[in-house]
Antibody, heavy 121, light 107 residues
Framework: QVQLQESGPGLVKPSQTLSLTCSVT??????????WGWIRQHPGKGLEWLGY???????HYNPSLTSRVLMSVDTSKNQFSLKLSSVTAADTAVYYC?????????????WGQGTTVGVSS | DIQVTQSPSFLSASVGDRVSITCRAN??????LNWYQQISGRAPSLLIN???SLQSGVPSRFSGSGSGTDFTLTISSLQPEDFATYYC?????????FGGGTKVEIK
């Protein structure tokens, strides 16, 4: 059974870089049938797509966040990561990692439980 | 950017009711529309792929329809465990925007 688990600091200072890691168990991240994605949910609000990465390192980001987002993958650890630079209070959210089937247009079929990140001095 | 608008944003219904939620895109997105369920405090879970394909393990009372700009999620007979918030997501372009959500509560 595939499971995803987010980890990282729960609090980040304004203007700094938010860094999260998603650990994948039960499947290899090098399975070519999937991308690996990030989504966030602001407190009491809806969902926002951040982007995804393929095990080769190829990335696709939400155009609205491209200038601040960087995703990477570590196949040796079966993990992928998110960095979001120059954070403000507006980046306070629950951050989820998820698996993205490469089947054209298919949805996020496995999710992590989410991790809450606050931005405050 | 492609925007997707869900309606209603809030829905009150009883166990056994037939419930429909709609999602409208501001441009054609073919069938590239997925539906998710989010129970309070938990991660979303996938219900429907590409407008009408039921995700494995999801009860058959859930169904999806539509193409182009207008889509519908239907729950044929609402069960107690279905009280949750439902989101649509377009996967036509890289913004992969989500709708604002529909909260289904017990009448």
């Amino acid at each position: 059974q595939v499971q995803l688990q987010e980890s990282g600091p729960g609090l980040v200072k304004p203007s700094q870089t938010l860094s999260l890691t998603c650990s994948v168990t039960g499947a290899s991240i090098t399975n070519g049938g999937f991308y690996w994605g990030w989504i966030r949910q602001h407190p009491g609000k809806g969902l926002e797509w951040l982007g995804y990465i393929y095990f080769t390192g190829s990335t696709h980001y939400n155009p609205s966040l491209t200038s601040r987002v960087l995703m990477s993958v570590d196949t040796s650890k079966n993990q992928f990561s998110l960095k979001l630079s120059s954070v403000t209070a507006a980046d306070t959210a629950v951050y989820y990692c998820a698996r993205v089937p490469r089947l054209s247009g298919y949805g996020l079929d496995v999710w992590g439980q989410g991790t809450t990140v606050g931005v405050s001095s | 950017d492609i925007q997707v608008t869900q309606s209603p944003s809030f829905l009150s219904a009883s166990v056994g009711d037939r419930v429909s939620i709609t999602c409208r895109a501001n441009q054609t997105i073919s069938i590239y529309l997925n539906w998710y369920q989010q129970i309070s405090g938990r991660a979303p879970s996938l219900l429907i792929n590409v407008a009408s394909s039921l995700q494995s393990g999801v009860p058959s009372r859930f169904s999806g329809s539509g193409s182009g700009t207008d889509f519908t999620l239907t729950i044929s007979s609402l069960q107690p465990e279905d009280f949750a918030t439902y989101y649509c997501q377009q996967t036509y372009d890289m913004s992969r925007t989500f709708g604002g959500g529909t909260k289904v509560e017990i009448k």
